[in-house]
């Protein structure tokens, strides 16, 4: 399983983009990047998830190189109620054998007014 | 809105005592999960689902913990018996298995487990 590597935590200002990047050295040929997010007290949220360049939806924009070694999660203009745990996931392919999803440390984001 | 629901919320429990713990995923979905997550450890998974069949259960301490789905509506974890290190909160996320992306999981709101 690859295994992922992000900052323990970030610290923002309400309004501005916010990118955080996790790297996954090892990620194999079929694995997808997905990322949650987790408020106190509640279970993670899917926020987006990808395979290769780039992806946006309403939340947020995910960039991935073309190594697909890290990957970049863009949050943009920021607010308070932004401030949360966010975890990359790289997940093995299916293939109807199923697969893990293991979640690592994740990245503590504090957005101050 | 479709919703994983988990009972109880909260379970507080002496050690040595049984604890079951349900979840009820989402209609339609076919994996299952269960995460323990704790301030030192984090998000650890415990077993895992697909249509039914346990695929992997590696992280659960086997002497004590099983997971089982009776039904597709119906995932339970069980601890027997507790220990005061196995208080934590206990997550199940279902999600939707099709050809060859990851599951978008949906998670439910947790139990919260105080084993004293």
């Known amino acids: 399983l690859a295994k992922t590597t992000q900052p323990i935590s970030m610290d923002s200002y309400e309004g501005q983009e916010v990118n955080i990047t996790c790297s996954h050295n090892?990620?194999?040929?079929?694995?997808?990047i997905t990322w949650y997010q987790q408020f106190p007290s509640q279970g993670p949220r899917f926020i987006i998830q990808?395979?290769?360049t780039k992806v946006t939806n309403e939340v947020a924009s995910l960039f991935i190189p073309a190594d697909r070694k890290s990957s970049t999660l863009s949050l943009p203009r920021v607010s308070l109620s932004d401030t949360a745990v966010y975890y990359c996931?790289?997940?093995?392919?299916?293939?109807?054998?199923?697969?893990?999803?293991?979640f690592g440390q994740g990245t503590e984001l504090s957005v101050k007014p | 809105d479709a919703r994983v629901t988990q009972t109880p919320r909260h379970k507080v429990t002496e050690m040595g005592q049984e604890v079951t713990m349900r979840c009820q995923p989402i209609?339609?979905?076919?994996?299952v999960f269960w995460y323990r997550q704790t301030m030192m450890q984090g998000l650890e998974l415990l077993a895992y689902?697909?249509?039914?069949?346990?695929?992997?259960d590696s992280g659960m301490p086997k002497d004590r913990f099983s997971a089982e789905m009776p039904d597709a509506t119906l995932a339970t974890l069980k601890i027997q018996p507790s220990e005061p290190r196995d208080s934590a909160v206990y997550f199940c996320?279902?999600?939707?298995?099709?050809?060859?992306?990851?599951?978008?999981?949906?998670f439910g709101s947790g139990t919260q487990l105080s084993v004293l």
């Open positions: 689902f697909r249509n039914r069949a346990p695929l992997d």
């Open positions: 996320a279902s999600g939707l298995s099709r050809g060859r992306t990851n599951e978008k999981l949906f």
């Open positions: 990808g395979y290769k």
């Open positions: 996931l790289v997940g093995p392919h299916r293939d109807n054998q199923g697969g893990k999803l293991i």
């Open positions: 209609l339609g979905h076919n994996t």
């Open positions: 090892n990620i194999a040929t079929n694995d997808y």
